[in-house]
């Protein structure tokens, strides 16, 4: 992950994508590009309210929104979760049910498009594959 960008280098990319690089914008932004690629609103509150006292849930929800909004960050929904994800282009992800962590896989593409969808025009296509990961397998 990419740790040498500086508050700075945040807004000048929010701005590029013409939000108004509030302070939680640049904060979202920096946790999932130097932290944690697929974040939930939860996991930003409990990482954002020492840095933002008093800050609502809300206030994490609108800032995501803007940022998806924004085509920053991809909006997935994984296991009835809402997942952001700082990799734009559309891809495949692993979710292991135990503890909820999520792999990025490879593209992979179909070359033969069943049915009927071979008249379709696809624009994107993402699966999800679920599971157990080795970690929680170990535990069991
Ligand atoms: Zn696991
Ligand atoms: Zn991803």
Redesign the pocket.
């Known amino acids: 992950m990419d740790n040498t960008k500086t508050v700075a280098d945040y807004e000048a990319l929010l701005r590029s994508h013409h939000l108004g690089a509030t302070p939680l914008q640049v904060a979202v932004i920096r946790i999932m590009q130097e932290e944690a690629?697929?974040v939930t609103a939860d996991f930003l509150y409990e990482h954002l309210k020492k840095d933002f006292p008093g800050i609502a849930l809300e206030s994490i929800d609108l800032t995501l929104e803007e940022i998806v909004e924004a085509e920053l960050v991809?909006r997935?929904r994984i296991d009835n979760r809402e997942i952001f994800?700082i990799?734009i282009e559309l891809?495949d992800?692993a979710y292991c049910k135990s503890c909820g962590e999520?792999v990025?896989l490879p593209k992979y593409e179909f070359k033969i498009l069943p049915g009927r969808l071979a008249e379709w025009v696809i624009m994107g296509k993402t699966r999800v594959w679920y599971g157990t990961c080795p970690d929680c397998l170990s535990k069991e």
Request: charged letters at 40%; a neutral charge.
């Open positions: 690629n697929h991809r997935y994800d990799k891809h992800h999520i990025e």
